[in-house]
């Protein structure tokens, strides 16, 4: 099947099987490789990426449902040279490890943190509740995506 999806601001065609995931369209056919495969059931988390501006599972979606809309990966959350303020903020709190996970939790708290208002750490802990972390005790992910909020807000860090 041809489709044709926006990723990162640029048009993507493809010729995919029907069964393809988005997941592996994103890796394989774009070339997008901070996308990362973990469970292949959309348990972990490390496969997130935004569609039309929302996170998703990429290992559960096809990439003919992507087709004739918006995919934004890691890879699309910088602006050009310039880190993301989520993604300082988790090098500066010290956020990651192995990095495996890094770019599902930054996928799926962006829109969050876009969102919302000044957050504690419960609610914070229940927006990342769906993306697992082998390595931390994720009191440095709840640090970064507060330090990351209050960029955001225009507070002094």
């Known amino acids: 099947m041809k489709i ?3 990723v ?9 099987e029907p069964r393809t ?5 994103i890796r394989h056919d774009c070339g997008l490789t901070g996308t990362h495969v973990g469970c292949e ?3 972990c988390g490390a496969c997130t990426v935004q569609l039309d501006g ?3 599972r990429s290992c559960l979606l096809l990439a003919v449902q992507a087709h004739g809309r918006s995919v934004r990966t890691v890879e699309g959350l910088a602006d050009g040279g310039r880190l993301h303020p989520l993604q300082r903020a988790f090098n500066e709190s010290h956020a990651l490890q192995c990095g495996f996970c890094t770019s599902g939790f930054l996928m ?3 829109p969050v943190i876009r969102d919302a208002g000044d957050l504690d750490e419960e609610e914070i802990r229940a927006a990342l509740a769906g993306n697992l972390c082998r390595c931390t005790g994720y009191l440095g992910i ?6 990351a909020a209050r960029e955001l807000r ?3 860090r």
């Open 108 to 110: 799926t708290l962006e």
């Open 154 to 156: 225009g507070d002094a």
């Open 8 to 16: 990162n601001g640029e048009r993507r065609d493809g010729d995919v």
């Open 4 to 6: 044709a999806v926006d």
């Open 54 to 56: 929302e996170p998703v």
């Open 142 to 147: 709840v640090e970064a995506v507060q330090l």
């Open 41 to 43: 059931q959309g348990v």
């Open 21 to 25: 995931l988005l997941s592996d369209f």
